[in-house]
């Protein structure tokens, strides 16, 4: 039994090179984009146009046109070009260059239709067309797929390697596979993660940053989520913006660094932050690293006890006039200004201007409780290592 259209399948095999032929430069002609491409892109391009026409003639010969296996046919156009073709032309381009093809493919049927058989033509390619146009769909689809598993698994070794504090050069690289822009300023941003599917976490937080207008890196490590933030002036009111996305517990955003390379210091601030705000239950939610330094000195981490030991107690030693002894003072006396006087023998406004020294010196305030607490931490701490 012959093949519908069987007349025509002969004209289309003898005529197939030159329809592919025509499609690409119709293409060249009708897309500035596909002109701009890479001469190898438009050879695989080239390979798809030859496969289309190839495969429309397996298409009829199995009865397509009456119900054949449409989509093992269609799907075998784009099996002719690398996967690498999915991830250079989108699938909007894609879309373009089918039009284009079975433009010039109608505008060849009374050429390559036998006589009588025009309508049937027609009528057959506008059907295939269709059926490459959904191939085309799955073919994105799975690259979709394969490419969102592979940058999970880049974005889990990326924070790894910004944990371990690994060379600037590794985190970079990966960054940049993930489309990292290295917007400054830099920070992260930890909390705990919301559980449940760790891509459906890490959509969440993309959603999120994309509605802030800054550009993100995230992961999901152990317990923790992990978000990297770039190109905010304000990173704890951005990580107030992304809060939906964590799960309950502290939010602690780690110190602004000019770049990615610099990310790991961040890191290690929220992360020893993250550790050790539990001891401070009254903490805002989300809480700046730098404001819980009593606490992480407390729990162990050394870059805090070197802050409060160097920049608090070291510069009030620096600066002498009497400002230990104030600060004692006051502490001792519980925080009353006029005890302080008199513990000291000197007039009250004498202790309120060394106190307003002291807070501008440190950057911490005697006055203010948690600031207060901070500053005691540091003359322990500066006290109990005094060589360094």
Known sequence: M???????????????????TAAVAKMDETLPWFRALPADQRSWVMLVAQAGVRSLVEWLRSGGTIGGDSQEISDEVFAAAPRALARSITLTQTVALIKVTIDVAEAEVNALAAAGEEEALNS?????????????????ARAAESRGAWDARLQALLMDALLRGDAPDSVASRASALGWTDKPPVSVVVG?????????????????????????????????????????????????????????????VGPAVPSLDQASESARAALAGFRAAPAWPGAPT?????????????????????????????????????????LDAFFTTGGVLESTARELYVHPNTVRYRLK????????????????????????????????
């Open 286 to 326: 989300p809480v700046a690293a730098d404001d819980l330094l009593p606490e992480r000195a407390l729990a162990g981490d050394p870059e805090a006890r070197r802050v409060l030991r160097h920049d608090a107690y070291g510069a009030l030693v620096k600066a002498g006039g009497g400002l230990l002894e104030t």
């Open 124 to 140: 057959a390619i506008l059907k295939f067309s269709r059926e490459i146009a959904f191939s085309a769909a799955r073919v994105y």
């Open 2 to 20: 012959k093949p519908p259209l069987a007349a025509t399948l002969r004209r289309i095999e003898r005529h197939a090179g030159k329809l592919a």
């Open 357 to 388: 020294r002291v807070a501008e010196l440190t950057g911490l305030s005697p006055l203010d409780g948690r600031e207060g607490f901070a500053l005691r931490m540091a003359l322990s701490l500066g006290r109990l290592d005094p060589a360094t």
């Open 192 to 252: 705990r993660s919301p559980g449940g599917d760790i891509t459906a976490v890490m959509h969440g937080v993309y959603r999120a940053a994309r509605r802030a207008r800054v550009e993100v890196i995230c992961g999901v490590h152990g317990e923790r989520l992990v978000v990297v933030v770039g190109g905010t002036d304000d990173p704890k009111l951005t990580a107030d913006q992304l809060r939906a996305c964590f799960g309950e517990g502290p939010v602690v």
